[in-house]
């Protein structure tokens, strides 16, 4: 069983930036493949980006490629979403998602583990 916390989330001004962590405690799980999505108001939850193994196989929504940069680190068992220029349609709730078995990274339904989640808001 792997159990996932984030933080890191707030009220950030557009063009701001902010750093979100995701911990994972019960498992080591620097294997699994390790994703953030992001749910606004209304809308479906969506792929933000996802690593496997290392910073050589990361994986970004078109939107937020250039902004935002997913890392590991292991020895910490957390994994970080980096989010810089920030911009209002950013603004969602944020999750981290591991799974030790998934064949596509962009698919939420694949992840078995979940965190709570951690809201990001961005003001214009």
């Known amino acids: 069983q792997v159990q996932l916390v984030e933080s890191g989330g707030g009220l950030v001004q557009a063009g701001g930036s902010l750093r979100l962590s995701c911990a994972a405690s019960g498992r080591t799980f620097s294997t699994y493949a390790r994703g953030w999505f992001r749910q606004a108001p209304g809308k479906e939850r969506e792929f933000v980006a996802a690593i496997k193994w290392s910073a050589a196989n990361t994986y970004y929504t078109d939107s937020v490629k250039g902004r935002f940069t997913i890392s590991s680190d292991n020895a910490k068992n957390t994994v970080y979403l980096q989010m810089n220029s920030l911009k209002p349609e950013d603004t969602a709730v944020y999750y981290c998602?591991?799974?030790?078995?998934?064949?596509?990274?962009?698919?939420?339904?694949?992840?078995?583990?979940w965190g709570q989640g951690t809201q990001v808001t961005v003001s214009s």
């Open positions: 998602a591991a799974d030790p078995s998934v064949v596509d990274l962009l698919n939420g339904y694949e992840y078995r583990y």
